[in-house]
Antibody, heavy 122, light 111 residues
Framework: QVQLVQSGAEMKKPGASVKVSCKASGYTFRNYYIHWVRQAPGQGPEWMGIINPIGDSTKFAQQFQGRVTMTSDTSTNTVYMELSSLRSEDTAVYYC???????????????WGQGTLVTVSS | QSVLTQPPSVSGAPGQRVTISCTGSSSNIGAAYDVHWYQQLPETAPKLLIYGNNNRPSGVPDRFSGSKSGTSASLAITGLQADDEADYYC???????????FGGGTKVTVL
């Protein structure tokens, strides 16, 4: 079955960076874009950006530009999201999610990874 | 402040029908971009419930249905059951922001 498995919870200090991984299985990795979405406590989801697993082309939400990097490794079917200059407001659960339509950047999100809690605290 | 507006909560008795609205604008739902819906049970990742305005993935009961008109969309749940208690989110695409956008979520409570 199609599955996205993320790395474990992280605790970081303000100003640090965090890198979250998302390993895909059960489908042809190169055929589907991957989104990153975060959800702060008690809030709705917030789209962060998207990566094409082939060639690493990316697009980010404006509020994250300059602070986020997304990469992919086709040899391990894994995508990564790195967020730098962390502040307390970045405390959230970070999800990767596969785009619902093959070979297209726009659509629905299905499935989602299990989520990675990132806590930013001094 | 979410781009798409949803009521914070709705409730209903078992067996009843509830609807959740999702209001957007001319740069997202009103621009004919599709609306998708997700169900999020406590402490779990969101799960796709409706895609392309009114399509159900395999495994989703036909008690769930979606519709769209103008700058708004709706999710209906008929025959409400206890395990429908969850948060529900709508999602679309916004041309001004050049990316996907979500609603703030609606908590469904079964009385």
């Amino acid at each position: 079955q199609v599955q996205l498995v993320q790395s474990g919870a992280e605790m970081k200090k303000p100003g640090a960076s965090v890198k979250v991984s998302c390993k895909a299985s059960g489908y042809t990795f190169r055929n589907y874009y991957i989104h990153w979405v975060r959800q702060a406590p008690g809030q709705g989801p917030e789209w962060m950006g998207i990566i094409n697993p082939i060639g690493d082309s990316t697009k980010f939400a404006q509020q994250f530009q300059g602070r986020v990097t997304m990469t992919s490794d086709t040899s391990t079917n894994t995508v990564y999201m790195e967020l730098s200059s962390l502040r307390s407001e970045d405390t959230a659960v970070y999800y990767c999610a596969r785009n619902g339509i093959a070979e297209a950047p726009r659509g629905w999100f299905d499935p989602w990874g299990q989520g990675t809690l990132v806590t930013v605290s001094s | 402040q979410s781009v798409l507006t949803q009521p914070p909560s709705v409730s209903g008795a078992p067996g009843q029908r509830v609807t959740i609205s999702c209001t957007g604008s001319s740069s997202n739902i009103g621009a004919a971009y599709d609306v998708h819906w997700y169900q999020q049970l406590p402490e779990t990742a969101p799960k796709l419930l409706i895609y392309g305005n009114n399509n159900r993935p395999s495994g989703v009961p036909d008690r769930f249905s979606g519709s769209k008109s103008g700058t708004s969309a709706s999710l209906a749940i008929t025959g409400l059951q206890a395990d429908d208690e969850a948060d529900y989110y709508c999602q679309s695409y916004d041309s001004s922001l050049s990316g996907p956008v979500f609603g703030g979520g609606t908590k469904v409570t079964v009385l």
